[in-house]
T-cell receptor, first 111, second 114 residues
């Protein structure tokens, strides 16, 4: 079973920042927080992952709460190409280090 | 392009047919995965190969048979499938030393069982 909770859908305007929340109140010390996205008619795409500290890469930023019970994926300037389903996934010892997928958040970008 | 290719992209087969799905990764990874994505359901992990050894088999019916001849290639052999097996089958790869979380996916094979 997925151990994360995400809103079913979110809307955002093009060229504005997007903050995608994820709750994972039962996270364990060995769990990494991963984010993937899946564009229509494509396979999932790795976005970013982290353990305790905030992380940045060319695609996005990951902000992790101090107690690690929640995290936020930040797209700094959304484009229409960012419209996708975004998945927040815990990966660690409890899941035998495999990805356990939930339903994700469908992000809608309005022009 | 993710560096993971899958063929065919679309496949229609009858319940008595035998077919195979192919996956190839060009990333130098040493772990490969098969996932199933049915409509309105989360991705389901089917099989994991790490260093060419099968390390995970999530109670998948025997009509699905994986094969990993080397670290770059992965097959899923299909026989006597059922209509409920119609789905998108996704292959992924990763580097074991980096953990199993950072995976790179192919575009998938859309399978229809008639």
């Amino acid at each position: 079973d997925a151990k994360t909770t995400q809103p079913n859908s979110m809307e955002s305007n093009e060229e504005e920042p997007v903050h995608l929340p994820c709750n994972h109140s039962t996270i364990s010390g060995t769990d990494y927080i991963h984010w993937y996205r899946q564009l229509p008619s494509q396979g999932p795409e790795y976005v970013i992952h982290g353990l305790t500290s905030n992380v940045n890469n060319r695609m996005a930023s990951l902000a992790i709460a101090e107690d690690r019970k929640s995290s936020t994926l930040i797209l700094h300037r959304a484009t229409l190409r960012d419209a996708a389903v975004y998945y927040c996934i815990l990966c660690g010892k409890d899941s035998n280090y495999q990805l356990i997928w939930g339903a994700g958040t469908k992000l809608i970008i309005k022009p | 392009e993710t560096g993971v290719t899958q063929t065919p992209r679309h496949l229609v087969m009858g319940m008595t047919n035998k077919k195979s799905l192919k996956c190839e990764q060009h990333l130098g990874h040493n772990a490969m995965y098969w996932y199933k994505q049915s409509a309105k359901k989360p991705l389901e992990l089917m099989f994991v190969y790490s260093l060419e050894e099968r390390v995970e088999n999530n109670s998948v019916p025997s009509r699905f048979s994986p094969e990993c001849p080397n670290s770059s290639h992965l097959f899923l052999h299909l026989h006597t499938l059922q209509p409920e097996d119609s789905a998108l089958y996704l292959c992924a790869s990763s580097q074991v030393q980096a953990g199993f979380g950072e995976q790179y996916f192919g575009p998938g094979t859309r399978l229809t069982v008639t």
